[in-house]
């Protein structure tokens, strides 16, 4: 058990580095004007979030493996299991409206300023907290 959750730890770790650097691409891409610019990042962000969803897979999987395999926060007096779980549905989500955006950069559609990007880049560090929070205080 304690090697699926040194994985599950490395892979929720590597899947956020992900997820705090790629807003950052945002906030140069809505900044940046000359052409050459934003293509070297289009690039540098497609290549980052198809890398950040092969992180994801293994972290949610072996978290899952550490949920069902080994009933860790099952049963009765585990309230903060299912709050981990609606964040991790929320980072999910936060994952894909990362996709959505640079599907949007892709075709040219931004309409959101560099600020917008910068308070959007502090949504993973909030959800990051209350995870950790949660597991380690089990507050409920």
Not at 3 to 28: C, D, E, M, Q
Not at 36 to 42: D, I, K, P
Not at 51 to 72: C, E, Q
Not at 83 to 97: D, E, M, N, P, T
Request: with cysteine; hydrophobic share 55%; net charge positive.
């Amino acid at each position: 058990m304690l090697w699926v959750k040194t994985l599950h730890i490395v892979f929720v770790a590597s899947w956020f580095a992900g997820l705090f650097y790629l807003p950052r691409i945002y906030v140069n891409l809505a900044s940046a004007g000359e052409p050459a610019v934003q293509a070297r990042l289009l690039g540098m962000a497609r290549r980052l979030y198809r890398f950040t969803t092969l992180l994801a897979v293994p972290a949610v999987l072996f978290g899952l493996w550490l949920y069902v395999g080994y009933g860790i926060g099952m049963g009765p007096g585990n309230g903060w299991m299912h709050a981990k779980l609606a964040c991790v549905l929320l980072i999910a989500g936060y994952h894909h409206g990362c996709g959505v955006l640079l599907r949007k950069f892709e075709q040219g559609r931004n309409t959101r300023s560099h600020v917008f990007y910068r308070w959007f880049n502090e949504i993973p560090v909030l959800l990051l907290l209350a995870v950790v929070a949660l597991v380690v205080v089990k507050p409920f």
